[in-house]
């Protein structure tokens, strides 16, 4: 079975930086697409980020600018590097795999930005 982990969030200021990580593992045939979804408290889960096997990427409008998707496909990694951190962008951020024929979720990586 095929388990998603993420890492990297924490507490920053307003205008500061987080990079998170989300590593893959278990029987992985192909990884064709993975993304970034986060949830605020009291909201639904929204889209973030989502990065192609090709390396094509496309943003949230909220994010776009200030986010960037990426990744290490020999490592089976995730990243998302986030800057001029907002207090709208306090959620909870899961990374989601589209592996061989299923979708994956992680547990999630609390991010909060307050002063």
């Known amino acids: 079975q095929v388990q998603i982990v993420e890492s990297g969030g924490g507490l920053v200021q307003p205008g500061g930086s987080l990079r998170l990580s989300c590593a893959a593992s278990?029987?992985?045939?192909?990884?064709?697409?993975m993304a970034w979804y986060r949830q605020a408290p009291g909201k639904q889960r929204e889209f973030v980020a989502i990065i192609n096997a090709s390396g094509r990427q496309s943003y949230a409008d909220s994010v776009k600018g200030r986010f960037t998707i990426s990744r290490d496909n020999a490592n089976n990694t995730l990243y998302l590097q986030m800057n001029n951190l907002k207090p709208e962008d306090t959620a909870v951020y899961y990374c989601?795999?589209?592996?061989?024929?299923?979708?994956?979720w992680g547990q999630g990586t609390q991010v909060t930005v307050s002063s």
């Open positions: 278990g029987s992985i045939f192909r990884i064709y697409a």
């Open positions: 989601k795999g589209v592996i061989d024929t299923k979708e994956y």
